[in-house]
């Protein structure tokens, strides 16, 4: 939990950047108008190259059908980065091959070393544009945010693409145009002089001229005919700017008459906001000979102003000077209404994810969390109420655990849904969403006067899943259509969600693990502690009580032994003494119950253990040896439970050697500073050794037939709150070293 | 103190048990013979005299039950177990191996004393039973090898012509052993042989069909 709001910064960060990135993408456009495709596939690659710190990026354009296919490539920084373009398109060729679906795929680095995590990414539909594939030798590649750039570059490509493919007609249009009309022109001149040569034959003459403009008017026909067959709008205008021909489209669309467009007619189409500057743009381009391109809000007859773009080029005549222009008409309303809609759901989708990010990274109930991330979809995704409900543990029902907007309230009516019944209930058992922008009329919701009385128009509901486990159900209704952009951001909410309350499940099972191995923790050292503080008061309180028996017999007896009931009475008073020591000395181990941050000394609390197994070990048979450095630096730590760190260890390793008969029973420990910020210590036992020198500290892992197997893990909790290391290592057949460090006092 | 005044061994590794122990023992008259090891104790040449051992469960080189079934096999002394903390199963252990008590610490001196003089009790008896049994032993020695033949009939019932026939010699000779076997022996009756057999384990011949 303590690394949670570096995480949080981290991804926020993340996002920022991503958000940077995007502007940029669709900024490129607008450097794009004009340009070749060529030209529009490099900057899209350097950029991406940049943005996504790519190792490799590589763009295929079908330009156009039985041409070859264009190729390109980008490497970042690699030994190969010379490779050709189609080389590499060669190496990426089962990639092109393969279904997109399946990416991201892994192959071998063609550049460099290692593997290429690739992510193919169509441009146009179906790609029928071409191909950018994104390869990057980082592992986590495509992440989620990357995946969003990749799309939105090749959208913006696409469109980028298609745009110069519809400039790149127009061209050719326009240049087909010039030839017919220069063919034409010198079919007049031609004409002209034929006229002049053969003057005197008038009547061949006339006939001559009659047939000329019999071809010139052929040639117009099937000019015209060229225009209002292209799907495009088109028109023309005369070298001063007046437009003298507007095709059927432009005429369909606008729905004025060839009359009304013509001259400046075709501005009265053009919103007024827009007029001005389109007229300026255009006055511009008929002064200076330059290109036209402008856009503008444009009247479609029957349904008002949209979007359009409108290029025009001149044509010129031999000397330069510009005889007519020729230009399109491109409607780009659509394609911007979807870019702000993309834009807008982009923006929501990133605020309710990090809302959703930060309120799991943040707060601590589950209600709390899921509270919080309704307020989040109810803020940004237009929704009157957003509910959350989650699966009871018998997987029976949904228990509803957070409501924002509307209703608030978590108790009611729809607090707990069978899963199956209602909508919500079915939702959970079909794990499919459910989406409406028509409540009346749809027979999957049932409360239609409440909806009706509400004004609530839309429902969206989503399961929660974890693979294919559900987890709950995430529902809001919505006073507002629901757009196709809000369904995707409620499902990757009801994703994040899904995977938010999986996280906390296994925190809150590993939360519940930890308090029963701290319960058990308790109850097994007190156990073992209580064993052996019995025994070691036991020995001198038997004595005393024997001896105070045998004193009372020696003055009973005639005569009474005074010398020996004395002994006895002496006896008496210093084991009285030595059983205090003891009692003294378990009470300094006890003293402390709260956990404290003392400097202690490692040695110290080894002997203090030591003293107490010390009985033990004598009678296993077990020869203790220490080697503990004097004057190590203290560590800092709470005494008893590094002594029951310590008393579990050496308890452990005496009881270890209890089967051992064919070699001394040997207990080492030492201490050792080994570096100026950590104490090492280790404990040795001569006993059969491990199998498995991790799995012993799970809890419940035991080899002994008595003990409940808790006294390792305690260990290990015990180090890890002291933030050191334990560890076990064994030989084969010679027994077993435990060792643990712990961090010098800073 | 005479070598017939009862003897108590005490074997535990805590000296001021030991101490205590012996200071009791000493206090109603017995003699006491401490020890800090099972390995102390099995080395010390013990006193021909009635005697009980008093013995830690919980001992180095050793615990006190491994000691007990060490000692079952040679002449030992009723033991009177003492332990610091100690589990039914191993008291349970130790009484059914013949222990005579099973005592925690702090124990009571009456219960101790009490458990000491039986076992010393019993030790008498068992120790007369030895001597007794010893001596039999030593007049069986006695007997040649063809009186060792015959007891056996003897002490089945037979007719001195039934063994005859049986061994093949005569009637008289056969008498003859049968007066040597009641000398040697020290049988006053036939009734007593019989018994002195039998405790020497010697079952009587089976009667020829």
């Not at chain 1, 690659?45 to 763009?59: G, I, N, P, S």
């Not at chain 1, 007519?324 to 929501?348: M, N, P, S, Y």
């Not at chain 1, 009931?565 to 084991?575: F, K």
């Not at chain 1, 008393?647 to 390793?653: G, T």
Request: net charge negative.
């Amino acid at each position: 939990m303590g690394d949670q709001p570096e995480d949080v910064a981290g991804e926020i960060k993340g996002l920022q950047r991503c958000i940077n990135d995007l502007i940029s993408l669709f900024a490129l456009p607008a450097m794009w108008s004009g340009g070749e495709p060529s030209q529009i596939v490099h900057t899209l690659l350097d950029a991406l190259l940049r943005m996504l710190q790519l190792d490799l990026v590589y763009a295929r354009l079908q330009d156009s059908p039985g041409q070859a296919p264009m190729e390109m490539v980008r490497l970042a920084q690699s030994p190969r980065r010379t490779a050709q373009a189609h080389e590499i398109g060669k190496v990426l060729k089962h990639v092109l091959e393969a279904d997109p679906q399946e990416s991201p795929a892994l192959m071998p680095n063609p550049v460099g070393d290692g593997d290429l995590s690739i992510m193919p990414m169509e441009l146009g539909l179906q790609g029928d544009v071409g191909v950018i594939i994104a390869g990057s030798v980082r592992a986590d590649f495509p992440r989620q945010t990357e995946k969003l750039i990749l799309r939105v570059a090749a959208n913006q490509a696409s469109i980028g693409l298609q745009g110069a493919r519809l400039l790149s007609e127009q061209r050719r249009v326009a240049s087909e145009l010039d030839r017919r009309v220069a063919q034409r022109t010198a079919e007049l001149a031609a004409a002209n002089d034929e006229l002049r040569k053969e003057i005197a034959d008038r009547k061949h003459a006339e006939e001559d001229l009659r047939s000329s403009e019999e071809k010139h008017r052929t040639s117009e026909r099937s000019l015209r005919e060229l225009t209002e067959t292209i799907p495009q709008m088109l028109w023309s205008a005369e070298e001063d700017g007046t437009v003298n021909y507007c095709n059927q489209r432009t005429l369909d669309y606008t729905g004025l008459s060839a009359e009304e467009v013509r001259d400046a007619g075709w501005l009265t189409a053009v919103h007024s906001g827009d007029m001005a500057m389109a007229t300026r743009a255009w006055s511009g381009s008929v002064t200076s000979g330059e290109a036209f391109q402008c856009e503008f809000r444009f009247r479609r007859a029957p349904d008002g102003y949209r979007w359009c773009i409108s290029n025009a080029v001149p044509l010129r005549d031999p000397e330069g000077k510009v005889i007519r222009w020729f230009g399109t008409i491109v409607d780009l309303h659509d394609w911007r209404e979807a870019q702000r809609a993309l834009h807008a759901i982009q923006t929501r989708q990133v605020a309710v994810r990090a809302d959703v990010s930060l309120a799991f990274g943040q707060k601590e109930s589950l209600e709390a969390i899921l509270q919080e991330c309704m307020e989040s979809i109810v803020r940004h995704l237009d929704a009157a109420f957003a509910r959350v409900w989650t699966l009871s543990h018998d997987a029976r029902m949904l228990e509803l655990r957070a409501s924002a907007g509307l209703y608030t309230h978590l108790h009611g009516a729809h607090s707990r849904i069978p899963v199956g019944q209602f909508k919500i209930g079915k939702i959970a058992l079909e794990q499919k969403h459910v989406l409406t922008n028509d409540i009346i009329n749809d027979p999957r919701i049932s409360d239609k006067t409440w909806a009706e009385t509400e004004g609530m128009s839309s429902f969206a509901g989503y399961p929660l899943l974890v693979g294919t486990r559900t987890l709950g159900v995430l529902a809001m209704f919505s006073r507002k259509p629901l757009t196709a952009g809000t369904a995707e951001a409620l499902a990757s909410t009801a994703d994040l969600i899904a995977h938010g309350i999986e996280r906390k499940n296994m925190e809150e099972a590993l939360r519940t693990n930890q308090e029963r191995l701290s319960r058990a923790m308790q109850t097994a050292t007190v156990g073992e502690f209580a064993a052996a503080i019995a025994h070691e008061i036991n020995q001198p309180l038997a004595a005393v009580v024997t001896n105070g028996q045998a004193c009372l017999r020696w003055l009973a007896a005639e005569p009474p032994g005074i010398a020996r009931a004395q002994d006895a009475a002496e006896r008496i008073v210093r084991d009285g003494k030595e059983t205090a020591e003891v009692v003294r000395r378990i009470r300094a181990l006890f003293k402390q119950t709260a956990v404290e941050r003392i400097e202690l000394d490692v040695n110290e609390v080894i002997g203090d253990v030591l003293e107490l197994l010390s009985g033990q070990a004598a009678r296993r048979r077990v020869a203790v040896e220490t080697d503990l450095v004097p004057d190590l630096a203290p560590v800092v730590g709470d005494r008893v439970q590094l002594q029951q760190l310590v008393f579990n260890l050496l308890l452990n390793a005496i009881e270890a050697m209890d089967a051992v008969a064919d070699r001394p029973r040997q207990l080492s420990i030492c201490s050792r500073q080994p570096s100026q910020e950590t104490i090492l210590v280790e404990i040795r036992d001569t006993g059969t050794g491990l199998e498995d020198p991790e799995g012993i500290f799970d809890a419940f892992f035991t080899t002994k037939e008595s003990g409940m197997g808790m006294g390792l893990a305690i260990c290990r909790s015990i180090i890890n709150a002291h933030r050191g290391r334990l560890w076990a290592a064994s030989g084969e057949g010679a027994g077993t070293t435990f060792s643990f460090t712990l961090p010098v006092r800073a | 103190m005479d070598s017939d005044c009862p003897v108590v061994f005490v074997v535990d590794d805590d000296h001021r048990v030991r101490e205590a122990l012996s200071g009791l023992i000493c206090s109603v008259g017995l003699r006491a013979e401490v020890f800090g090891s099972a390995a102390e104790f099995l080395e010390f040449k013990r006193p021909d005299a009635p005697a009980c051992l008093i013995l830690d469960l919980q001992l180095p080189g050793g615990s006190g039950l491994e000691l007990q079934q060490q000692l079952l096999a040679g002449d030992t002394p009723p033991i009177v177990f003492i332990t610091g903390h100690g589990d039914i199963p191993s008291s349970v252990r130790a009484i059914k191996a013949g222990a005579i008590e099973f005592l925690s610490k702090p124990f009571d001196d009456q219960e101790l004393l009490r458990a000491i003089h039986i076992a010393i009790d019993q030790d008498r008896i068992a120790r007369q039973r030895r001597s007794e049994l010893a001596e039999l032993r030593k007049r069986y020695t006695l007997l040649t090898p063809r009186e060792r033949e015959v007891l056996p009939f003897v002490v089945a019932g037979f007719a001195n012509k039934e063994t005859a026939a049986d061994l093949g010699t005569s009637e008289i000779t056969i008498g003859v052993h049968r007066g040597q076997i009641m000398r040697k022996m020290d049988a006053g009756s036939l009734a007593e042989l019989v018994r002195m057999a039998d405790r020497l384990g010697i079952p009587p011949s089976a009667r020829p069909d």
